[in-house]
């Protein structure tokens, strides 16, 4: 089914002709629940990989002997999503709430060691046939794959993620592996993605404002600021008001999406260069914890106005951070170059 993106609440560049300079195209990837097949881009899907290649392990020093089984993770959800089907929703019921309980406990992985493989989760792949925005891959791939570790154990904080990021050519797998390895336990739910086919969809899209000229960013501001006091004296009067913002509803789509601009709005933009060539990289994927909130909520899709946010517009269970987003960067000079991340 075809996911529209509305018209914005307003013409951009009709208030700021300058940014039609910064005008840029993002797709929407608008994941959806599915059964995706080997041969299509997804988010959880199944991957396309050679049975004679490893499978990619995460080797960094971190627990990894204890957490929750990722079977006993998607029968969880399964059980609340049949639960929260029922008219009317009156929750859990006690056999139900049990259930939940079991699903929900740790797990030990016996004799586990702190730096024995874990095998990373397929995230996503993506053809290039199917995503108009996504960088063109090294030495003439057509596939991007991306999977990270189950766990949140990584860089000098220990909290960082992990990911893994693998271009191919799809037509040069010809004998297929059938059946991945699986992590035994995993850190944390939010790193299980529940399989999701894709509806891509090209839309505009401009930079996050901290990044534009300082006197244009300078006015975008003075302007929403103008817009929400405007709001502040409607609510003052009973009436209900939801301002447009520029970040929010005018510039970067929430949502899972390929190519366009980075959005900083948790932390301050910061250089983000390949480590190989020191060349300022580009967006490559944005993996989002949520499809369409924030904001007056004018970028949900024409084919869900009206869908409670908490069930329709979390349809890959996957969790970023504190329920934001990850960003995945690409080097331009040379894709083949080792992708970077930020989480915002």
Known sequence: MTRTTPPRPLD??????????????????????????????????????????????CTETHGRGRGRRPEDVRRGREVRAAAHAREPYEGLTEEERRLVEELEREHRVPGASEDEPVPMIGLAQLYARD?????????????????????????????????????????????????????????????????CVLHPEQVVTYPFAGLLPEELCERIYAWEEALEEEAEEREDGGEEADPVGYQYDLSIPPGWRAGGYASWHKTDPYAMDCTTCATPMHLLLTVDTSEWDGGSGSWTPLEEQGLHPSVAALPTAVVVGNHGELNVFACPADPGHPARWSVQ
């Open 12 to 57: 951009v560049e009709a208030l700021f002709p300058e940014l039609a300079a910064h005008r840029g195209t993002t797709t929407r990837l608008h994941p959806r629940p599915g059964r995706p097949g080997l041969s299509e881009s997804s988010v959880g899907g199944p991957v396309l990989w050679p049975a004679d290649e490893p499978w990619p392990v």
């Open 131 to 195: 995503v108009p925005d996504l960088p063109a891959g090294p030495d003439g791939a057509d596939l991007l794959q991306v999977f990270w570790c189950p766990f949140d154990a990584h860089g000098p904080t220990g909290y960082g993620m992990l990911l893994h990021v693998r271009w191919r050519r799809a037509a040069e797998v010809t004998d297929v592996l059938t059946s991945p390895p699986v992590p035994e336990v995993v850190g944390y739910e939010g790193y299980v993605p529940e399989p």
